[in-house]
């Protein structure tokens, strides 16, 4: 399973890429893993300004429909159109191409409370 250092993660499996003042946002491989194939990623909340685990869109499976909640709280800038024609690309690059939203980071304090890579690793260990 691949599980970037520089990364940081959820207890819900979603990762944060943090550049500055912005993230970007995705499922993790584990997530992803067990959610299946991917046939939908749904983000109606582009341009609001949301609270830590607020819910900010759902991914879709074949099997199962997921919320996906936001790991720090932040306006949502951008989606990853490309996952409108292609929504398996989470599963087949989730930290690369996969990737869900991009935030604007309004409590970078928040950070320091999610898990790095080895602390993630353990959580989905367990």
Known sequence: MNIPENYLYSNDHEWLRVEGD?????ITDFAQSELGDIVFVDVDTLDETLEKEAVFGSIEAVKTVSDLLLPVSGELIEFNEALEDKPELVNQDPYGDGWIVKIKLTDKDQLSKLLD????KDLVAE
């Open 22 to 26: 912005e993230a970007y946002i995705g």
């Open 117 to 120: 890579a080895a602390s993630y």
